[in-house]
């Protein structure tokens, strides 16, 4: 069975593209009691609030006939910010060099987050360079990873 956020990934993909953005991350989670379906988009020109406005407009009936969330919920489109979390091995490839924060799950060198300059990142690992020192942390170990702006 497929996962909400595939099924809306899936269904979000053309409309995203068609306004010149591109696909970032879809959410969907329950917070403070209530459930919340987030697309994240990104364009390199950066989102505005027309793009987020025009496809949130084309996709909410196209969520509305599918019916892929048997919930109610709250839906919103926004950009995936300037700080957004890298998930996959194309998110690290794209920001390679960048500055980036990684949380761990675990101390290592008593601290649970590092800031440095993205290395690599893949499926098995995630690698920076720390004033010098270059960093390499599994990606079992890795609690998140977000760019930084400073």
Not at 12 to 17: H, L, R, S, T
Not at 60 to 73: A, G, H, K, T, V
Not at 109 to 128: C, H, M, N, S
């Amino acid at each position: 069975m497929k996962k909400i956020t595939d099924i809306v990934a899936a269904l979000a993909e053309p409309i995203v593209k068609k306004h010149g953005c591109e696909l970032w991350d879809v959410e969907y989670v329950k917070e403070a009691g209530l459930w919340y379906l987030r697309v994240y988009i990104d364009r390199d020109e950066g989102v505005t609030l027309e793009h987020c406005e025009a496809i949130s407009r084309e996709l909410d009936p196209i969520l509305d006939r599918q019916d892929p969330i048997p919930d109610s919920y709250t839906f919103e489109v926004s950009s995936a910010g300037a700080e957004r979390p890298l998930r996959r091995p194309s998110d690290f490839q794209k920001f390679l060099g960048h500055l980036v924060e990684v949380r761990l799950y675990r101390a290592k060198d008593d601290r649970k987050e590092f800031v440095g300059q993205l290395l690599y990142g893949g499926d098995d690992a995630v690698e920076i360079s720390v004033a010098g020192t270059v960093y390499r942390f599994s990606r079992s170990d890795v609690a998140n990873v977000r760019l930084r702006i400073s």
